[in-house]
């Protein structure tokens, strides 16, 4: 399976502190993405890492990529209440013409 | 910024019922998607479609399920006679190229 594995599966933390979530997956990629939901909605699209990237940054999301442990991390730094939801990885493997989700990790963040 | 637009939002259809769920993907986009989220797990793959045919499809997608680009701008998903377990999050997505793909906000079809 080329699916992502994501640790931890529930993540509890207070406001203001920051957020790693990790991802693994099985097979070579093209890009490995990252999503939010919020409970119930949609899937709303935070950052794509190419294969010869190994780290990328968007506001206060850093994301890392390790080919040779075919591992990702996302980092939310400074966290808020408002980050509060569930994040995806989600991998677009070479060969495949879709993507794979994770099991996605619940995170909650505490005023 | 282009969106993907899914019609309805939300669903409500007796077992055995067929259902349609509508997507307007964004408009140059060539690949299609439809994926599935059942209550509190993960997002499934179900179908790609592509230059008007199915590219791939899971074990999921079995003979209940169809899917059509009529008009050149709807891409639908058909659900022949529909199950308890067919209850979910469905979304749709497209993208061109092997970037960017974009999600609809989803149909949560409830089946009782």
Redo the contacts between chains.
């Keep these: 399976s080329q699916q992502g594995e994501e640790d931890p599966q529930a993540l509890s933390i207070q406001e203001g502190e920051n957020a790693t979530m990790n991802c693994s997956y099985k097979t070579s990629i093209?890009?490995l993405?990252w999503?939010r939901q919020n409970s119930?909605?949609?899937?709303v699209?935070l950052i794509?890492i190419r294969s010869n990237e190994r780290e990328k940054h968007s506001g206060r999301l850093r994301v890392t990529l390790d080919t040779s442990k075919k591992s990702s991390s996302l980092l939310i730094t400074a966290s808020r209440a408002a980050d509060t939801a569930s994040y995806?990885c989600?991998t677009?493997a070479q060969g495949?013409?879709?993507?794979?989700?994770?099991?996605?990790t619940r995170l909650t963040i505490n005023p | 910024e282009p969106e993907v637009t899914q019609t309805p939002s939300h669903q409500v259809t007796q077992m055995g019922q067929e259902v349609i769920l509508r997507c307007v993907p964004i408009s140059n986009h060539l690949y299609f998607y439809w994926y599935r989220q059942i209550l509190g797990q993960k997002v499934e793959f179900l179908v790609s479609f592509y230059n008007n045919e199915i590219s791939e499809k899971s074990e999921i997608f079995d003979d209940q399920f169809s899917v059509e680009r009529p008009d050149g701008s709807n891409f639908t998903l058909k659900i022949r006679s529909t199950k308890l377990e067919d209850s979910a999050m469905y979304f749709c997505a497209s993208r061109t190229g092997h970037y960017g793909y974009t999600f609809g906000s989803g149909t949560r079809l409830t089946v009782v």
């Design positions: 093209n890009n993405q999503y119930g909605r949609g899937l699209h794509l995806f989600a677009d495949a013409q879709k993507l794979v989700f994770g099991q996605g």
